[in-house]
Nanobody, 119 residues
Framework: QVQLEESGGGLVQAGGSLRLSCRVSGRAGENYILGWFRQAPGQERVVAASINWSSGHTWYVDSVKGRFTISRDNAKDTIYLQMNSLKPEDTAIYYC????????????WGQGTQVTVSS
């Protein structure tokens, strides 16, 4: 059973930076996709970035390209989301999620961490 625990959210001014962390435990092997999702008030939860734990291949939604960087540290079983040049529209609860290589459903979720960007 994969377990995920996020940390690193907070309040930051527009233009600032934050780094989110997600500690991954209970995984069997490296054939996982880890994703950072976000849910703004009144909106659906959407994926912002993802990383293939095995290959390191990354993907970003257009709205965060060039500003956010997803990475992994195998030794620490942790993935990160470095968020730079933050905008008020980045305000959301950020969730770490994991799935296997087959399909697109993410069965494993963290509890979420709040990111608030003030203008």
């Amino acid at each position: 059973q994969v377990q995920l625990e996020e940390s690193g959210g907070g309040l930051v001014q527009a233009g600032g930076s934050l780094r989110l962390s997600c500690r991954v435990s209970g995984r069997a092997g490296e054939n996982y996709i880890l994703g950072w999702f976000r849910q703004a008030p009144g909106q659906e939860r959407v994926v912002a970035a993802s990383i293939n734990w095995s290959s390191g291949h990354t993907w970003y939604v257009d709205s965060v390209k060039g500003r956010f960087t997803i990475s992994r540290d195998n030794a620490k079983d942790t993935i990160y989301l470095q968020m730079n040049s933050l905008k008020p529209e980045d305000t959301a609860i950020y969730y770490c999620a994991a799935r296997g290589f087959e399909g697109s459903h993410y069965p494993y979720w963290g509890q979420g961490t709040q990111v608030t960007v003030s203008s």
